[in-house]
């Protein structure tokens, strides 16, 4: 890849970073996007309810078609101050690796292919709601228009390269809420708390024994409530995230968190749980086709495979059956932080390795093999 397509990726990744795109708060950055996929003249350029935004390059139509995929939403709220700085070999930026240089890199694909006639269509997909409560939204639709009518889902992110994410790990998230009459804290003490209910219902939930294998975890992310200092709390709520490697452990993790949820019910203390979230479990094998491409690629790099499960976009079609990966341009460091920045040396080497694994799965997969 030539350094000047190099620097157009990098420099498009940094205007895409300087819009703000929290989930649920995506639509300005998808206009950015659109009008960009318009003026490279790709066909079929669209934008669905969800701010989802769509592009084809034409194939042959010898092969069916292939979609490449990256999300436009980062973790950081919409009055985060985005800046951005380059020093030396790295830029660093909160979104810059996760994920405006994976949308970016869109664009650094259809250039990289701009000579080539591919036997398929190749589908470019900037999709919302990957980070937090966005719960997949924007790949569940995307897959929705596709289905299993395609070889093959690539999604990118920004860093990561040599990650290969062929297994979905299973994640459910609930908000958890807890009710009570309140008071004053001196006229009405004694008054149960939603928030000391609250904190003991943790303190239960935390103790739950975890298996190191298969690997599962607990984690309260969120917790809020009351209403003052001299206030007996009437409401407090926590975001619950269980995940876990195997469906039956997670369907026992959340077993255990309704038992201590039905103990923590007590007079004038109620407690419900909501599900705001839920990512389907899935994989392909590691010798499956999708997977023994993408090693060969990242090998004919000098780069090595490292075979991972994680929550991406790749959890949708992974749960249909429908082969996918995640795959990352570059490495970096700090992602969801303030800190975080990417690494701009492995560049070309990402986008030669993306390249291949497109190209490939024409030659590879044009029968899907399963």
């Not at 990726?9 to 318009?38: C, H, K, N, W």
């Amino acid at each position: 890849m030539k350094s000047d397509l190099i620097e157009q990726v990098i420099d498009l990744a940094v205007e895409i970073q300087q819009i703000a795109a929290p989930p649920f708060g995506e639509r300005q950055r998808a206009e950015f996007v659109r009008d960009q996929f318009s003026q490279d003249g790709l066909s079929d350029v669209s934008m669905d309810e969800l701010y989802n935004v769509y592009a084809r390059i034409p194939g042959s139509g010898q092969s069916p078609p292939l979609v490449v995929t990256a999300h436009l939403d980062t973790v950081f709220p919409l009055d985060t101050e985005l800046f951005v700085r380059r020093e030396g070999a790295r830029i660093y930026g909160p979104g810059i690796g996760d994920n405006s240089l994976g949308v970016a890199g869109l664009f650094g694909l259809s250039w990289l292919l701009s000579d080539q006639q591919l036997p398929g269509d190749l589908w470019l997909v900037a999709n919302v709601g990957e980070e937090g409560l966005g719960d997949l939204r924007g790949m569940k639709a995307a897959v929705d228009r596709f289905d299993d009518r395609v070889l093959a889902y690539i999604i990118l992110e920004g860093m990561a390269l040599g990650q290969v994410y062929h297994r979905a790990l299973g994640v459910e998230r609930y908000k958890i809420n807890v009710q009570t009459p309140g008071g004053h804290s001196w006229v009405n003490f004694g008054k149960p708390s939603a928030i000391h209910e609250l904190a003991e219902l943790i303190s239960e939930l935390v103790e739950i024994p975890l298996p190191k294998q298969p690997r599962t975890t607990l984690n309260v992310g969120v917790i809020s409530g009351g209403t003052s200092v001299n206030t007996i709390a009437e409401f407090a709520d926590i975001q619950l995230d269980l995940r876990s490697e195997d469906k039956r452990m997670l369907d026992y993790l959340v077993k255990q968190v309704e038992d201590r949820i039905s103990k923590a019910q007590k007079v004038d203390v109620q407690v419900t749980k909501e599900l705001i979230g839920k990512r389907p479990a899935g994989e392909i094998p590691t010798d499956h086709a999708l997977v023994q491409l993408v090693k060969g690629c990242l090998a004919n790099r000098g780069l090595r495979a490292s075979l991972a499960i994680g929550s991406t976009d790749a959890n949708i079609p992974l749960s249909r059956g429908i082969p996918a990966v995640c795959v990352g341009l570059t490495s970096g460091s700090g992602a969801h932080t303030q800190n975080e920045y990417i690494n701009l040396g492995p560049l070309e080497n990402g986008f030669e390795f993306l390249s291949c694994v497109v190209l490939g799965v024409y030659e590879d997969m044009g029968g899907r093999s399963e």
